[in-house]
């Protein structure tokens, strides 16, 4: 296969399969996907399709039953944990509905987190000025019980870009939100991935939210399949 060396995400022949007491269960398989640099892709499907079990294969964070991922033409396979960890941090961020910020971190500590562990000099300086971006510089010194869920999920947002990754993996961002919110948080995030050019991979039940990125992705019955605009 001819890649381009734009690609930043070369899926090839992947397949998810576990045993269970009633037998092997096979997630999906033969999945084939190629995202370029700075592209935003949506992967959608109803609950229990494996949504969220293939971005964890694709961020590295688990490894298929079968096939390889190659991010920025690198084989993570090949990689010991050591080294996939250390490879997440330099290039990759997340994410998720679930905020996961540290409870006894303030705002500002938890977005100088990702950053101090890269030894960035300016780590408390940098992380100011993403929480002043996205419009909690007023709040830096709160920790995450004092924050509103909308809130959280900005620092999340603040924590993800401060790194400057090559590949941002959002898992339903809005889905702790209500929808005031979450669409504020979504023009957020996407207009920062846009001035980033970040390669987005978003996981979302909601079509009208897929609609935003540049292509979009359907898995179902264990297949992915484009969605045509």
Known sequence: MTVNMDTVINA????????????????FQNINLQIQRGESVAIIGPSGTGKS????????????????????????????????????????????????????????????LPLQIRNHSEARQEAKEWLERVGLGPRIGHKPAELSGGEQQRVAIAR?????????????PTGNLDEQTGNQIIEQLFNINKDQN????LITHDPSLAKRCDRSLRLHNGQLTEIEA
């Open 53 to 112: 079990t293939l971005l964890s294969i694709l961020a590295g964070l688990d490894h298929p039953s079968s096939g390889k991922i190659l991010l920025n033409n690198t084989d993570l396979s090949e990689l010991d944990d050591k080294h996939q960890a250390e490879f997440r941090n330099q290039h990759i961020s997340f994410v998720f509905q679930a905020f996961h910020l540290l409870p006894d971190l303030t705002a500002l500590e938890n977005v100088m």
């Open 12 to 27: 090839q022949d992947l397949a998810k399969r576990f045993s269970t007491q009633a037998g092997q269960v096979e997630l």
């Open 160 to 172: 993800s870009f401060a790194t400057n990754p090559t590949l941002l993996f959002a898992d339903e």
């Open 198 to 201: 970040t390669t987005l991979i």
